[in-house]
């Protein structure tokens, strides 16, 4: 048993009891991060405020939203947007949170990438990270149905329809998570279920591995430098703070990511005031309506890239049918950026610009991306098939065989 004395504080109280003190220092008083490092790294922190926003507002909206397919679309329309007091406000910061969350794990995901920070150690940190992404798509997706408007019906009509392409088991496997032979009423009650109760609670569950798995290797850095955390720390404990390549976690660095998310907040609110369109579809404020199809069906932007890919195969090779090609590349692009350790075979931690080849791989695929991204949006016909066909394959060309080739070469010529 513990020795325990008398407190001489409050929190001298807890801290014999359950360690305040030390848990905090094992949190953010003695956790360290380099100094060279810019707003960059951030970005995990902005994450964290608009998950909180997201679930803040998500609780009040749930007050009032009903679960239900003949009270959902008005629940949402009606009620929440016209007759509960400032609720017009609260769909707008659920709405352009959930769009601007895929904004900022996106920039994020890159910026690791761009960095190398998914390697020598840090393999953890990139999976668990990369699990969230697959996470929160569930999450949007998931969300993205409960208005039961027409995109939202006609998106859920597809996605769902996606598993059918599964051999022997996919035509029961949409029955059962549509709850139906269509979707309808048991599918949103499904979607419901995911979206407010499941997929909250994983994601909280991942975000502490995310920073769990932080702990050991610590973040990386603008150099790709390696440093001593623990020798770097014990110069910063003795007073040598100045020549110390660290700073604790607390107050040095979440001091300075406040300011970036105060920045941040003000881009946020000012689109949540006047700019919360973008991230509501127009054809969404029409009532879900399963005889009438949308003329051009198509997801939210974060997911126009992925969509693209599906729809880029539009022609058979020998007896596999287009559409399976289109699922099995769209699946793959989901999960494809999970095995960035394994493409990259180089050594080398260093960002981009000082790696010449991987520093072209990287813009053109982010260039190929935008590209995805855009003729996502577009209708599927003549030439902007041709485009997104392209642009398809170029994907899986520049993650599965040219950065392996350039990083092999970059590894060869480092040896």
Partial sequence: MAHITKATSVRDW????IALTKLWNVLA?????????????AMGVVLTVLFTLLFISGLLLLMYYKPDANLAFDSVNYTIMKEVEYGWLWRHIHAVAASVIFLIIYIHAFVGIYYGSYKKGREMIWISGMLLFLIFSAEAFSGYMLPWGQMSYWAAQVITQLFGGIPFIGDALVEWIRGDYAVSDPTLTRFFMLHVCLLPIVIIMVIGVHFYTLRVPHVNNLEGEEIDFELEAEKYLKGDTINSKVIPFWPGFLSKDFFYVSLFMIFFFYLVSFHFNFAMDPINFDPANAAKTPTHIYPE???LWQYEILRGFFFDIGPIKAADIGALAMAFAGISLFFMPLYDRSDVVAPAHKRKGFFVWFWLLIIDLIILTVYGKLPPTGFNAWIGFFSSVGFLVLLLVVLPIITIKERKANR
């Fill in 29 to 41: 008083g003695q956790y360290w991060i380099p100094k060279n490092i810019n707003f960059l790294w």
């Fill in 301 to 303: 932007w974060y997911f």
């Fill in 14 to 17: 807890f801290d014999q009891r």
